[in-house]
């Protein structure tokens, strides 16, 4: 029986050795897209060799692994665009909010004078480009992030690499941080779609490093990348690379669609790299007895006045209630697995409730929707919840139940004419809305209205889950 095992894997042997070669020959032939799940299956296969530290020639070993990076480089645009990268080595990826550069050819990246040097095979004349590499391409987000210079041509003076990696370059700016809503709505879901299908053989390069951010989300970048990030600031020194990508794939607000590129993502399939990244042991809420509330509890603005009076109701309901305070939402790990232990995530508009992204499948997200924010409230967080698999509950809260009503009269334009503020510019929105309430919720209101259909949800994706189990 063992001389047999070892001749099949003996007779195995030729065709896992011809399996890779087969795949670059119909890449190179038919210039084909691979399905990336295709993709994912056929590497697993064949694992490489980790190589850790940047001030030295660094990347996998093996010219098979250096080619296939022009697979993964070329999900990232479509159309002219990759007829564009195809014959020139270079093009770049626009759409609403969203900017990215894709290099696939050898590419020198100064970190002194922060140049990016892109050689490509055509007689052409030089060009530049200009991009502020950060993942959603609105003004008032771009208006504090430096742009880098990408220089494109074969007539361009070239500097002599100091150091050599084997593997692809991803530059993009962090300049934006502080915020958990936008880390991951404009960094953290745009980085998981750009560098999730270069299977962590890609180098993150952030340009204006924030040391914070990057121990925040090391588990994060540790998932996506089998090296450190480099901090062009540490590092000095003209870097060369057999590709690059300046930018990132943004799609929406915590949204990931899986009909624009790369390709075939959804949210769910981020959840699930969250799972594994953070190590979350609950997928489904009905692993969760018994059935757990955790309250967002803020210190400054949007306080909930009367916050013992809802813990009381609440736990009458027969919920376990866990008060998240902001010392606990500081610690990324910690708090994302205190989340997943959790049925239900209730607060008030803000970025606290980013962390349904932790919830288990058939969780609940309870929104207490501002006044004056109520089309906010589910373009943030209700419409993505939808989107991740989770249940949304929205609490559209009354004028009265805002501190809003004491400062500015019943009928003030504040109170019963929105759009008045809203045409004053964001701004003027900020510091009504979001800076000056707090609240105190009418808790009788707040069970009937909510919290009852919570408790059904809950129950119904228990129960339906053990019948399908």
């Known amino acids: 029986m063992e001389m047999r095992k070892r001749r099949l894997l003996f007779g195995l042997s030729p065709l896992l050795i011809l399996l890779p070669i087969l795949l670059l020959i119909y890449v190179d032939f038919f210039g084909g897209y691979l ?55 270079f093009a770049c990826h626009s ?41 959603r391409q609105e003004n008032n987000f771009l208006q504090h ?10 007539q361009i003076p070239v500097p002599e690499c100091e150091v050599h990696h084997k593997i692809p370059a991803l530059i993009f700016s962090s300049a934006y941080v502080g915020n958990t809503f936008h880390e991951f709505s404009d960094l953290i879901i745009p980085l998981f779609l ?20 990057v121990d925040k989300f090391r588990p994060v970048f540790s998932g996506l990348s089998d090296y450190q990030v480099m901090n062009p600031a540490e590092n000095r020194g003209v870097h060369c690379f057999p590709g690059s990508i300046i930018g990132l794939t943004y799609h929406n607000v915590l949204t990931i669609d899986p009909r624009k590129v790369p390709g075939n993502y959804t949210m769910p399939d981020f959840k699930q ?38 813990v009381a109701m609440i736990k009458e309901l027969g919920f376990r209630v866990i008060i998240g ?10 708090f994302s697995r205190i989340v997943n232990s959790c049925s ?72 019963v004419n ?26 009788a209101r707040f069970r009937e209205n909510a919290l009852f259909r919570v408790l059904k949800l809950v129950n119904d994706s228990q129960s339906q889950h053990v019948i399908r189990l």
């Open 35 to 89: 399905h990336v799940n295709t993709w994912i299956q056929l590497e697993s296969a064949f694992p490489s060799r980790r190589v850790v530290g940047i001030n030295t020639t660094v990347g996998d070993d093996g010219d098979h692994h250096q080619e296939s990076f022009e697979v993964p480089l070329s999900r990232l645009v479509r159309g002219g665009e990759a007829m564009n990268l195809e014959t020139t080595g």
């Open 95 to 135: 759409s609403e909010f969203s900017l990215l550069c894709v290099a696939s050819q050898h590419v020198r990246i100064d970190t002194r004078s922060r140049n990016i040097t892109v050689h490509v095979s055509s007689n052409q004349v030089v060009e530049e480009t200009n991009i502020r590499p950060y993942g």
């Open 145 to 154: 992030i430096k742009p880098v210079k990408i220089l494109q041509g074969n």
């Open 194 to 213: 750009t560098a999730n299908h270069f299977k962590s053989r890609v180098m993150i390069v952030l340009d204006d490093y924030n040391a914070s951010f």
């Open 273 to 310: 790299f969250l799972r594994e990244t953070f190590n979350l042991k609950n997928t489904h809420i009905s692993q969760i007895k018994p059935p757990t509330l955790l309250l967002l509890s803020r210190a400054k603005t949007r306080r909930f006045l009367n916050e013992g009076e809802m």
């Open 325 to 334: 305070r902001d010392e606990m939402v500081a610690n990324m790990t910690t």
């Open 344 to 415: 239900v995530l209730a607060g008030v508009h803000g970025a606290g409730l980013t962390n349904e992204l932790f919830l288990p499948s058939g969780g609940v997200t309870v929104q207490l929707e501002l006044l004056g924010l109520e089309f906010a409230s589910s373009y943030c967080f209700g419409n993505p919840a939808k989107a991740m698999g989770l249940h949304y509950v929205p609490y559209r809260m009354e004028p009265e139940e805002s501190s809003l009503v004491e400062l500015y009269g019943r009928h003030h334009p504040v109170i």
């Open 418 to 443: 929105p759009g008045s503020v809203y045409d004053k510019g964001y701004q003027e929105v900020q510091k009504v809305y979001l800076d000056q309430p707090n609240l105190k919720v009418n808790v």
